[in-house]
């Protein structure tokens, strides 16, 4: 009896030892820097916080709605977010101080993986004499808010063609009151880099009144001999309403990124819960889809992180 009763003590403090043991393993709390609730880096920061606190221990990972792509680069310098989703032509000017960046580069950004493509769709009124992105002088362009990815991209498009920000009036709002303004009229154009048969674009075909022009063939190879982080792409006829032509464009890339001081164990982790279970974060956002190993350096221009470039060779997409 006496035997039973140690056997019985001895297993409850080996239980009490194990449940203290677990509660002493700090919480590992990640930060995910995303864009405006209305565009699809949000949705996506969700999925991926979503996949982190379901499938990592004592991670506590969670979605923060941001100015965009320009603001997730300077809250990353300024480690206020672990995490974020930055399109790959934001981060080429943080990387090189150019742009938005001249203040100086911002050198603690590293690289998970590329998640998808975004090719260009410069999106106007047909009512609005806009033939081709030349035609652009002197219109209403939305460029997203101040300091985002949109607007980053949306001046190195109008750039090409020789367009300043004083040749055009400059509209700064949310993605929701954009497209809301393109039905409206109260905008005239809009450039938005996001990925093929996005709904928002979708939502606004449908009502016959807008257009999508391409890139001219010149300019896009202008563009892409002087930004290596953008290909050449083709939106497919009738992937939208009211779109029977195909149209040539150029692409971005959305990278998940973290910033460089991250613990290396910690972030491969976060890549391995990533690339076995893509399948958890299709069925959250379409655009995961192309996430795949093969494509996970495209549009890269920052350096690996160490915990990702580990999992990235283990799992053969590095040499």
Request: glycine share 8%.
């Amino acid at each position: 009896m006496k035997k039973a009763s140690l056997r019985l003590v001895l297993a409850a403090l080996l239980t009490i030892v194990l449940l203290l043991a677990g509660c002493g393993q700090p919480a590992k709390y990640v930060r995910i820097g995303t864009a405006s609730m209305g565009g699809a880096f949000y949705p996506m920061g969700n999925a991926l916080a979503q996949l982190f606190n379901e499938k990592i221990p004592n991670m506590k990972a969670s979605a923060q709605a941001t100015g965009g792509s320009a603001e997730n680069c300077r809250l990353m310098a300024k480690k206020d977010i672990e995490l974020a989703l930055i399109q790959s032509a934001t981060l080429a000017d943080a990387e090189k101080g150019q742009g938005q960046f001249k203040d100086g580069a911002i050198e603690n950004i590293r690289a998970i993986t590329a998640t998808y493509f975004m090719p260009f769709h410069v999106i106007v009124r047909k009512d609005a004499n806009i033939n081709s992105i030349a035609d652009l002088k002197g219109k209403k362009i939305a460029v997203g808010p101040i300091a985002s990815g949109i607007e980053v991209n949306a001046l190195t498009l109008l750039k090409a063609y020789g367009i300043e920000p004083k040749d055009f009036q400059a509209i700064h709002q949310s993605q929701e009151e954009t497209f809301e303004g393109l039905k409206t009229g109260s905008v005239d154009a809009h450039i938005y880099a996001t990925g093929a048969g996005s709904a928002q674009i979708t939502d606004v075909m449908l009502t016959g009144r807008l257009k999508i022009l391409p890139i001219d063939p010149d300019k896009a190879d202008a563009l892409l001999k002087d930004h290596p982080e953008f290909g050449p792409m083709t939106i497919k006829a009738n992937t939208y309403p009211n779109q029977a032509e195909e149209i040539k464009t150029i692409a971005g890339s959305g990278v998940l990124t973290v910033r460089a001081d991250v613990d290396p164990d910690t972030v491969y982790a976060m890549t391995k819960a990533i690339f076995e279970n893509l399948d958890f974060l299709k069925q959250r956002h379409d655009y995961f889809k192309q996430t795949t190993l093969e494509n996970a350096t495209v549009g890269v221009v920052y350096p690996l992180h160490p915990g990702a470039e580990k999992y990235l060779k283990e799992a053969g997409a590095l040499k």
